[in-house]
């Protein structure tokens, strides 16, 4: 596993994206946390014959992919965390997500990818109803920090999966 920095490019909102089934729900809700929600995939993948299997390939069992989050990247225990969420993709499932967070303040933000299996998830970020404007940030079985963002209220976060089963962790906290 390698831990890399993604320098900060000098867009509107940047953001890498690469979760693998991304569960579109934070991993903690506080007073004024945003609210993500899941708008192009379900939150978690259709249960299928194929994704039953895929299921079984995965690094970290479903039931402790929420568990394994805590570790991988920061969570609400560290100062000025804003929110994080979850999850697993495979081919057969949610190959592709999109989790908006409507009520993101403008600012910048320290985020954080982690990926673990033998797929490839690419992370892209963007105002919300806007295509992407910040160069995708690509996880394979690493933990990626980047720097995000956003002009004005609301972010969104675009996940797609090329390969095996992996799971993915997404956090985000202020800057310092």
Aim: with cysteine; proline share 9%; hydrophobic share 40%.
């Amino acid at each position: 596993m390698s831990t890399r920095r993604a320098t900060t490019v000098g867009l509107i909102l940047m953001v890498g994206v690469a979760l693998a089934g991304c569960s579109g729900e934070p991993s903690a809700e506080g007073e004024g946390s945003p609210s993500p929600s899941a708008s192009a995939s379900s939150p978690t993948p259709t249960p299928t014959p194929d994704a039953e299997a895929d299921e079984a390939l995965l690094p970290v069992p479903v039931e402790d992919i929420a568990d394994w989050a805590k570790t991988a990247v920061p969570g609400p225990d560290v100062d000025g965390y804003v929110f994080g969420f979850s999850g697993w993709m495979s081919e057969n499932s949610s190959a592709h997500d999109v989790t908006t967070f409507t009520s993101l303040a403008p600012g910048s933000y320290q985020a954080q990818l982690a990926c673990r299996g033998d797929g490839t998830i690419t992370l892209t970020t963007s105002e919300l109803d806007e295509e992407p404007i910040s160069e995708p940030i690509v996880c394979a079985n690493e933990t990626i920090a980047f720097d995000v963002t956003n002009a004005r209220t609301g972010a969104r976060f675009e996940l797609a999966l090329e390969g095996a089963p992996t799971v993915n962790a997404v956090s985000l906290v202020e800057a310092p």
